[in-house]
């Protein structure tokens, strides 16, 4: 029996989890569920999984919690706050990082830490502190498997003898898939006006608003880059992005001899969620079965770095490194929740992240201290900024 810990429990990547694990309840068992303002959502889960413990955002809906479930009975201690996360995140065998954004860092470097199994959904931590975090895990004899369906594939895609010797592989290139998003046809010049809704509607997943405004923009792929810089030690000149609208190969990796593996399927979070919970066993996810034949044809771009410059800032900062990666994340975060709360347009999210690397300097990321002061610094610059623009 595996015990789980789900941290962002009520996210999208959350809920799938839930899903997976509903399945197979001889395998897994709840030890812990998080949430930060969804209260009731929390409740309901923790009603249906019976966690030994729960984690919310504030004390106010830490009481909330603690007397829905009173009313209903079911025991489990509440807590709440980064140091509960942190708890949590060092208790169990695994440990499901999907909360969004920087918040996830310090709960999954706490896992890492602890030398957990980790399912790595926050590509924040690693963007953010990247040579840290992988320091944390193998030092601490973690295991770091990712959620990400582009890494996850690319992880399926490698020899399992990778991690120890990558340069025997024979690897050329990575390449990462990506959707292009709701706006990949639409004109460029139109691009200023669209909605958060529009942004959010994604042509082939079903996303948290945050990630889902990230592959409108084309960040989400730029993370990603970063991500697999770190998850795979290749260098920005390694990793390659092309653009596949219709998802049915999540990435690839193509070998020196010219071979090219890739991880197919039906484009549901389940798979890469099942895989790695049951790694190196496989085991039954709820998504069906992938049918080309329906599909028909698969199609291939290159990526347009003047309709997507989120992309291009992203490369820049991951060449650039030491703190780079932070100051891109943090003001993206900011610009993002600014777009959704309808301050700024969307295309002054690219606007205010270039304006936020180009106008600060970057440092060493030699201390998980450093990368915050670096995150604290980039969001500041980046809100004074907003408000200048804020319509
Ligand atoms: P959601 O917005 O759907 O869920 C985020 C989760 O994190 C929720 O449980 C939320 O709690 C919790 N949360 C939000 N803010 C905080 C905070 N400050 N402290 C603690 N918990 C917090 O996001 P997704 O599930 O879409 O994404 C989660 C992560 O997985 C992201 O890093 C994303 O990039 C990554 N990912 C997601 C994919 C997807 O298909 N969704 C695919 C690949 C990666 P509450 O709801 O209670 O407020
Ligand atoms: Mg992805």
Redesign the pocket.
């Known amino acids: 029996m595996q015990h789980i810990t789900i941290l962002?429990?009520?996210?999208?990547?959350?809920v799938s989890t839930l899903d997976v694990l509903a399945r197979h309840p001889d395998k897994y068992k709840v030890h812990a569920l998080?949430?930060?303002?969804?209260v009731e959502e929390?409740a309901a889960q923790c009603a249906q999984f019976r966690p030994r413990r729960a984690v919310v955002?504030s004390a106010e809906a830490a009481s909330q919690l603690a007397s829905l479930l009173r009313a209903k009975d079911i025991r489990c201690d509440v807590s709440y706050g980064e140091a509960a996360?942190c708890e949590v995140a060092a208790e169990a065998d695994t440990v499901m990082a999907?909360?969004?954004?920087a918040?996830?860092l310090a709960p999954a470097l706490a896992a890492a830490r602890a030398g957990k199994k980790i399912l790595l959904?926050?590509?924040?931590a690693l963007v953010m502190s990247g040579q840290l975090f992988m320091d944390a895990v193998h030092q601490n004899g973690a295991i770091l498997l990712p959620?990400?369906?582009e890494h996850n594939a690319i992880f399926q895609s490698l020899p399992q003898s990778y991690a120890r010797s990558p340069e025997g592989a024979g690897v050329a290139k990575i390449v990462l898939t990506a959707s292009g998003g709701p706006f990949l046809s639409r004109a460029v010049e139109t691009l200023e006006d669209v909605t958060p809704e529009q942004a959010c509607k994604h042509p082939n997943?079903s996303?948290?608003?945050?990630?889902s405004v990230d592959s409108a923009t084309m960040m989400n792929k730029g993370l990603e880059v970063i991500e697999a810089h770190w998850l795979f030690g290749a260098p920005a000149s390694q990793i390659d992005v092309v653009i596949h609208p219709q998802s049915v190969i999540h990435s690839m990796v193509s070998y020196v001899d010219g071979s090219v593996l890739a991880q197919l399927g039906n484009p549901d979070?389940r798979t890469p969620i099942a895989h790695a919970l049951a790694f190196p066993e496989r085991i039954e996810s709820g998504v069906g079965q992938l049918d080309l034949t329906t599909i028909g044809t698969l199609q291939f771009e290159k990526p347009d770095f003047a309709r997507f410059p989120c992309l291009a800032l992203a490369f820049e900062a991951l060449v650039a490194g030491g703190t780079s990666p932070a100051l891109l994340n943090a003001a993206n975060e900011v610009a993002v929740e600014a777009f959704l709360d309808r301050r700024i347009g969307f295309r002054d999210i690219d606007r205010v992240i270039a304006r936020v690397m180009h106008e600060n300097e970057h440092g060493a990321a030699s201390s998980i201290e450093a990368v915050m002061a670096q995150d604290a610094l980039a969001r500041a610059a980046a809100r004074t900024i907003v408000a200048g623009i804020a319509r």
């Not at 996303?207 to 990630?211: C, D, E, F, P």
Request: charged share 15%; no cysteine.
């Open positions: 962002g429990a009520t996210g999208s990547i959350g998080t949430a930060h303002s969804k929390l955002g996360l999907a909360i969004v954004g918040a996830g959904a926050n590509k924040e959620i990400d369906s997943w996303m948290g608003r945050k990630i979070m």
